[in-house]
């Protein structure tokens, strides 16, 4: 059963407007979440998080929203640039089993592609 | 350049042969983590080890044996794999688990195909 959720296996914008990934999520325990982006051939690299005690995060051209009592988060690039052509990740994390180490859990994944 | 190098970065290998994955990082970092990435499929934990100490087993078959000598060297022993083990296998690092430091830096990742 998934933990984490993203829906939209791709999306496609035009350069300059918004792209919004979104992203569900089941266990009410998440405390933090992030968003990887992933181009081909590479890992994933960190992009943005947001903890549970807020609602919003911005760096830039990227900010996360959280909304806890739907357990839905989105991320919004604005304005998109066809550099941003990439598949995001969401992530949330919780203690692990022994604790005192992060357990990430994934979402499949969205491809965005910002045609210019 | 995230600071975890991996190697090899693609194998082929048969259901017989014993073969290992490396991961190393350059970061400093306390914490390293063993992911597999199946088609269209979520990322997977499968290990995860804090100051060279296994802390996650996540219900892994033993063909898949890791090891960590030290904080920056990661190991992935495989051997007797099945073609459904066919994936990209992902190491990752983080600082300091217990200081909630939730930012884990990935390496590029192993292609890993099994015939």
């Known amino acids: 059963d998934q933990q984490v959720k993203q829906n939209s296996p791709s999306l496609s914008v035009q350069e300059g407007r918004i792209s919004i990934l979104n992203c569900d999520y089941t266990n009410s325990m998440f405390d933090y979440f992030l968003w990887y982006k992933k181009y081909p051939a590479e890992g994933p690299t960190f992009l943005i998080s947001i903890s549970s005690i807020k609602d919003k995060n911005e760096d830039g051209r990227f900010t996360v929203f959280l909304n806890k009592s739907a357990k839905h988060l989105s991320l919004h690039i604005v304005p998109s640039q066809p550099g941003d052509s990439a598949v995001y990740f969401c992530?949330?994390?919780?203690?692990?089993?022994?604790?005192?180490?992060?357990?990430?859990?994934f979402g499949k994944g969205t491809k965005l592609t910002v045609n210019p | 350049e995230t600071g975890v190098t991996q190697t090899p970065r693609h194998l082929v290998m048969g259901m017989t042969n014993k073969k290992s994955l490396k991961c190393e990082q350059h970061l400093g970092h306390n914490a390293m983590y063993w992911y597999k990435q199946s088609a269209k499929k979520p990322l997977e934990l499968m290990f995860v080890?804090?100051?060279?100490?296994?802390?996650e087993n996540n219900s892994v078959p033993s063909r898949f044996s890791p090891e960590c000598p030290n904080s920056s060297h990661l190991f992935l022993h495989l051997h007797t794999l099945q073609p459904e083990d066919s994936a990209l296998y992902l190491c990752a690092s983080s600082q300091d688990p217990g200081l909630a430091s939730y930012e884990q830096y990935f390496g590029p990742g192993t292609r890993l195909t099994v015939t």
């Open positions: 992530a949330a994390s919780v203690l692990g089993a022994q604790g005192g180490s992060e357990k990430l859990v």
């Open positions: 080890y804090n100051f060279k100490e296994q802390t």
